[in-house]
């Protein structure tokens, strides 16, 4: 049984990292689920109930880091309040519209748009608030990438 357990844990674990990129599938969750599988099936004596809590409230919370990053990428590039709230509305029609390609483009198309409607098409301000969202989007998905990175080495951990 555990070792059914452990193999289900690396498949979930992979394919959460590969949801890092691919919006297809929820990597986080994913790989938060292989590390609750195995915890259960070795009856948390290998992953405390704690760790797997804690993996939880941080998987959660990567939720909204994908929802905020790209706001804050975008403020921090001097976008103003329709900079940021395109970046959000951008983000969540992006991926629903085109997939992988909406997480980088949905954001930064929002911010870009809010931006022109706010100052009455100032271009070069626009676009430095777009990047400043794309920035944003590639820090979510590097922290997304090392949280499911120290899921992984808590899994091998448990495993010697």
């Known amino acids: 049984m555990e070792i059914a357990a452990a193999a289900l844990c690396f498949i979930l674990l992979a394919a959460g990292a ?25 009856g948390f004596e290998k992953i405390s109930f704690l760790a ?3 993996f ?16 804050l990428g975008a403020k921090k590039y001097k976008a103003g309040k329709l900079g940021m709230l395109g970046a959000l509305i951008g983000s969540i029609i992006g991926v629903i519209a ?4 909406g997480i980088i483009l949905g954001p930064l198309a929002g911010a870009i748009i809010g931006e022109i409607i706010a100052s009455r ?3 070069k301000q626009s676009f430095g608030s777009g990047i400043g969202t794309m920035v944003g989007c ?3 998905s ?3 990438l090392v949280l499911i990175l120290v899921m ?3 899994f091998v951990a448990a495993l010697f």
Do not use: H, R
Request: proline share 7%; no cysteine; aromatic share 16%.
């Open 142 to 144: 590097l922290f997304k």
């Open 52 to 54: 797997v809590v804690i």
């Open 121 to 123: 098409g100032n271009l």
């Open 98 to 101: 085109l997939g992988f390609w």
């Open 138 to 140: 590639v820090f979510g």
């Open 18 to 42: 590969l949801g890092v990129i691919l919006p297809v599938l929820p990597g986080i969750p994913l790989a938060w689920l292989g590390l609750f599988i195995y915890a259960l099936a070795t």
């Open 56 to 71: 939880l409230v941080l998987s959660l919370f990567t939720i909204l880091v994908d929802f905020i990053a790209p706001m």
């Open 152 to 154: 992984a080495g808590f």
